[in-house]
């Protein structure tokens, strides 16, 4: 049987896999430290827009260098002085697909998500290189997956509210670009990890999602 609270999972996927709510249930049951790095890498974008840096990765990586950052439950901390509200924004979202994308941010923010790993007995990590860069040697690996109409159906609503002058067609080549961003950037793209368990969350609820993930976890 598996010893619960010593366990370190990793959870990947792309745009729309649920993979966050997922994430953070599973982390629940378990009794697991969750850590969502999306939230970090918005945070790094939100840095970046307020310093004029979107464009300069170095100089980003050299301001970031100033600030501590941490995670507290699911929360973000940071020495850095910020609106929590912002990190959920159209705006920063945005930001955050571009400024992810540079290699010296990306090494910057895996160094903190490795030190925070290590730190913590059993952790539940999730994002989109956790995996194949983060956590190479996580004992457990989920790969989610959903169709790009599938992804659409499940976010057309919230970006219809922020977003009303754009169409359904709009936000469908979003999410398209975001995850082709991700899975071929040249550092750490968006790929399925080695030895990883592929869940296809199509035609299953968050819940049912979950109950896979647990099972597989417990019964192993």
Sequence with gaps: MTVIN?????????????KSTVAYKVAKELNLTFINSGLLYRLVALIAKDNNLS???KKLVEKLSNYTFDYNGE??????????????????????????SYEEVRIFVTNILQSIATSNTGILMEGRDIGSVVM????????LTVSIEEAVNRRKESF???NPNK???????????????????????????EGSIIIDTDTLTQKQV????????QQS
Excluded: H, M, W
């Design 6 to 18: 010593s366990l370190k999972i990793s959870i990947d996927g792309g745009a729309a896999t649920g």
């Design 75 to 100: 929360k973000i901390l940071s020495s850095y002085d910020f609106d929590y509200k912002r990190l959920r924004s159209t705006e920063i979202s945005s930001e955050a697909s571009k400024t992810s």
């Design 167 to 193: 169409t359904i067609e709009e936000f469908k080549q979003e999410l398209k670009d975001r995850n082709e961003r991700d899975r071929n950037r040249e550092f750490a793209p968006l790929v399925q990890p």
């Design 160 to 162: 219809l509210s922020k």
């Design 210 to 217: 979950c109950r896979k993930i647990i099972n597989y976890v």
């Design 136 to 143: 190479p040697n996580a004992d457990f690996k989920f790969y």
């Design 55 to 57: 464009n300069q990765p």
